[in-house]
């Protein structure tokens, strides 16, 4: 899977993963985390989430990734934002008060960059790599981010074969394996979740849980 699947998502209109409201697991949850104001927090694969205002509004300093220009723009337009933008090696920054956007690949971001991210939040990034890509994506990001810090990855799983993602099926085995050697992994929260999510019922599945798993950098 490569950019421009996301890049033609945005461009038609494909967006039924953009969520308009603030994900409720990040609000339950992210308080636990007991991440000090002032925090820089990396979300990758940002799109126009609500969740970057909301983690905001917490006194963090967000640094959203994203690959197409139309969900950044879209991002500070649809919430009255008029960002200060410049060019850099890794991509444009579109920046509004306490949030940056870079807009650009996560898979470029530089050692620099990701060594001033003390947390991240990971909802929409993991599960919308396939297994061939998940491995460098842990390398590349997770790898490089300092030591002690935190952070929220939600996950979700279903049967194999029941569907050909995005969103694609992480069960908690490969969490383990990707995360476990140089995170601490603890899961926060397990459930079943099909009911709620007509729309990928649809597509063919069976049974559908979501994970959530708080993340802690061993030093």
């Known amino acids: 899977m490569d950019a421009s699947f996301w890049l033609d998502c945005w461009r038609e209109g494909r967006t039924g993963f953009h969520r308009s409201e603030v994900m409720p697991l990040l609000e339950r949850h992210w308080p636990a985390l007991e991440v000090p104001r002032g925090t820089r927090v990396l979300v990758p694969l940002a799109g126009k989430t609500l969740d970057m205002l909301w983690l905001a509004a917490q006194g963090l300093r967000v640094l959203g990734v994203e690959l197409s220009p139309l ?12 960002p200060q933008r410049h060019a850099s090696a890794i991509g444009e920054h579109y920046v509004a008060g306490e949030i940056e956007v870079i807009q650009g690949n996560v898979f470029d971001l530089d050692a620099g960059t990701l060594a001033g991210c003390t947390a991240i939040y990971d909802r929409a990034a993991l599960i919308a790599l396939p297994p061939a890509m998940r491995q460098q994506y842990v390398q590349s ?13 939600i996950t979700l799983d279903y049967p194999a074969g029941d569907m050909d993602g995005p969103p694609f099926a992480v069960p908690p ?16 929260e ?13 597509r ?12 802690d950098r061993r030093g």
């Open 173 to 188: 085995a490969e969490v383990e394996r990707l995360y476990g050697p140089l995170w601490h992994i603890a899961t926060l």
């Open 141 to 153: 990001v997770y790898a490089r981010l300092p030591p002690a810090c935190r952070g929220l990855l």
């Open 204 to 215: 063919g599945l069976s049974a559908l849980a979501t994970d959530v798993y708080r993340l």
């Open 71 to 82: 969900a950044v723009q879209a991002f500070f337009a649809e919430h009255g934002l008029e």
């Open 190 to 202: 397990h459930r079943d979740i099909l009911a709620e999510q007509p729309g990928l019922a649809a």
